[in-house]
């Protein structure tokens, strides 16, 4: 099974300013297609996930252009340009590469 | 609003048998892949399985193969898991998610969940 591992688990961050969060996975996610499946989900408390990025960079419908992903292989990061209140929640990669599809155990992202 | 709406959770004993059910609206069901995804009590999300477009193939997390049974209705844009010898640590809410299309490949669409507990 690949495991996704990220960091930090939580991340302190002051209003106005970025955020970063890690997703290192055990192996490499691209696909025999080519492609690289890993995503990023928001949940805020009390609520289901919710699809951020998908294929690593790209933002998915509604999504606000502060949030920003990047990566290749195996080295993935989410980024938030300036963090705003409704931001906070956890943050969870997800690769759908391969059975069993897994995700990160989660970064918590709160405001200072 | 494309929508996916779960029911079937409740309290069960160890040992006992739950059918989740997942109603999808607003969207062609017959046309996405579908999952089921849980999370524990103040726990991270662990994939449970996945059912093709046409049902003629699942995939399941080994820790449940021979336990849980995914299955759909495309006519009724429906969506299920069938849970047997329930236990403790099967307690969670379970989400049924859309798999995006093939460009996406993401969990793009979530329920609300459903609780089960597990109690001896």
């Given at each position: 099974?690949?495991?996704m591992?990220?960091?930090p688990l939580?991340?302190?961050?002051?209003?106005?300013?970025p955020?970063?969060?890690?997703c290192?996975s055990s192996?490499?996610?691209?696909?025999?297609?080519?492609?690289?499946?890993?995503?990023w989900?928001q949940?805020?408390?009390?609520?289901?996930?919710?699809?951020?990025?998908?294929k690593?960079?790209n933002r998915?419908?509604?999504?606000?252009?502060?949030?920003?992903g990047?990566?290749?292989?195996t080295?993935?990061?989410?980024?938030?340009?300036r963090?705003?209140a409704?931001?906070?929640?956890i943050?969870?990669?997800?690769q759908a590469?391969?059975?069993?599809?897994?995700?990160?155990q989660?970064?918590?992202l709160?405001i200072k | 609003?494309?929508q996916?709406?779960?029911?079937g959770?409740?309290?069960?004993?160890?040992?006992?048998?739950?059918?989740?059910?997942?109603?999808?609206?607003?969207?062609?069901?017959?046309?996405?892949?579908?999952g089921w995804?849980?999370?524990?009590?103040g726990?991270?999300?662990?994939?449970?399985?996945?059912?093709?477009?046409?049902?003629?193939?699942?995939?399941?997390v080994d820790s449940?193969?021979?336990?849980?049974?995914?299955?759909?209705?495309?006519?009724?844009?429906?969506l299920?898991?069938?849970?047997n010898?329930?236990?403790?640590?099967?307690?969670?809410?379970?989400?049924?998610?859309?798999?995006?299309?093939?460009?996406?490949?993401?969990?793009?669409?979530?329920?609300?969940g459903?609780?089960?507990t597990?109690?001896s």
């Amino acid at each position: 099974d690949i495991v996704m591992t990220q960091t930090p688990l939580s991340a302190p961050v002051t209003l106005g300013q970025p955020a970063s969060i890690s997703c290192r996975s055990s192996q490499s996610l691209v696909h025999s297609d080519g492609y690289t499946y890993l995503s990023w989900l928001q949940q805020r408390p009390g609520q289901p996930p919710r699809l951020l990025i998908y294929k690593i960079s790209n933002r998915f419908s509604g999504v606000p252009d502060r949030f920003s992903g990047s990566g290749a292989g195996t080295d993935f990061t989410l980024k938030i340009s300036r963090v705003e209140a409704e931001d906070v929640g956890i943050y969870y990669c997800m690769q759908a590469t391969q059975f069993p599809y897994t995700f990160g155990q989660g970064t918590k992202l709160e405001i200072k | 609003e494309v929508q996916l709406v779960e029911s079937g959770g409740g309290l069960v004993q160890t040992g006992g048998s739950l059918r989740l059910s997942c109603a999808a609206s607003r969207f062609i069901f017959s046309n996405y892949c579908m999952g089921w995804v849980r999370q524990a009590p103040g726990k991270g999300l662990e994939w449970v399985a996945s059912i093709k477009e046409d049902g003629s193939e699942e995939n399941y997390v080994d820790s449940l193969k021979g336990r849980f049974t995914m299955s759909r209705d495309n006519a009724q844009n429906s969506l299920y898991l069938q849970m047997n010898n329930l236990r403790a640590d099967d307690t969670a809410i379970y989400y049924c998610a859309r798999l995006g299309s093939n460009w996406i490949w993401a969990f793009d669409i979530w329920g609300q969940g459903t609780m089960v507990t597990v109690s001896s």
